[in-house]
């Protein structure tokens, strides 16, 4: 008997289509790890069963958003699956509205710069200023970086009431990625309150080694967190102590005024 490991109902709600929840987890098994596969390994890599993962992807093959290898036979993500991130980043108001403030931050730092915005545990690059300046990891836009160890998802968790920001810290798999990863959640939870005091958070090789950043927490019109913006400084330019005096107050200025420009937005 076939194995099923079905994605659970929303509920029971009659307004969840459950196919579209199996189309959609097809789509976002493939990653940089898993860039080709067969129906078997979708199957297992999407949380469906074979027979499932059968008809969501000659759906898809079909509406050109998977492809099929002549030789191997093995499925990939065509080009016309860009279509739906991108259509996220050209219909969003609040990068339009960043854009000029982080450009305007690179200029005035030398330094590459981010805006993150929150999904789950996680915060995705959505938009990126590159300086002429060397920097140690490629972050393309999409890019997905885990919130407890950095300073756009330290930045993010400081600017919630704190009991969510906790919350949201002991549900996260908390990966010792560097030797200089900080993962006990009472060092999170002092790290936060830092950058509660301070307006800004930092991660010093912790998910990368020679990557270091400073962020700081974009506010919405509800008072809450939406976003965060940070600036790049790798550890062979900068020391934290460096980028502290010199880059934390034009980074909190550029955060606090964009956040008034999103405010005035809505």
């Known amino acids: 008997m076939e194995h099923k490991t079905e994605p659970a109902a929303r509920g029971v709600n009659p307004l969840f289509n459950q196919s579209l929840e199996k189309g959609l987890a097809v789509l976002a098994s493939f990653s940089a790890r898993q860039r080709s596969m067969t129906i078997n390994e ?21 509406l050109g958003y998977l492809f099929q290898h002549p030789q191997t036979g093995r499925y990939q993500l065509s080009v016309r699956a860009l279509r739906l991130g991108f259509n996220y980043l050209a219909a969003s108001g609040l990068i339009d509205v960043a854009n000029p403030f982080l450009s305007e931050l690179t200029n005035t730092t030398g330094e590459t710069v981010c805006l993150t915005e929150p999904d789950g545990k996680e915060m995705v690059y959505v938009a990126r200023f590159i300086s002429g300046q060397f920097v140690p990891v490629h972050m393309p836009i999409g890019s997905r970086i885990p919130m407890y160890c ?9 600017a919630l009431p704190k009991d969510e920001a906790i919350r949201l810290l002991e549900a996260s798999e908390r990966v010792k990625h560097t030797m200089h990863t900080h993962t006990e959640l009472a060092q999170l939870e002092q790290i936060l309150d830092d950058a509660r005091r301070y307006g800004y958070a930092t991660n010093k090789e912790e998910l990368f080694l020679g990557d270091m950043t400073i962020g700081a927490p974009i506010i919405g019109s509800q008072g809450r967190p939406i976003a965060s913006v940070h600036i790049v400084t790798p550890t062979g330019r900068w020391t934290m102590q460096q980028a502290e005096k010199k880059l934390a107050k034009t980074l909190i200025a550029c955060a606090r005024s964009l956040s008034l420009a999103v405010r005035a937005m809505d």
């Open 42 to 62: 979708i199957a297992q890599a999407s949380g469906i069963s074979k027979s499932s993962a059968q008809r969501m992807v000659f759906t898809l093959k079909q």
């Open 150 to 158: 950095t300073s756009a998802g330290r930045a993010y968790l400081s």
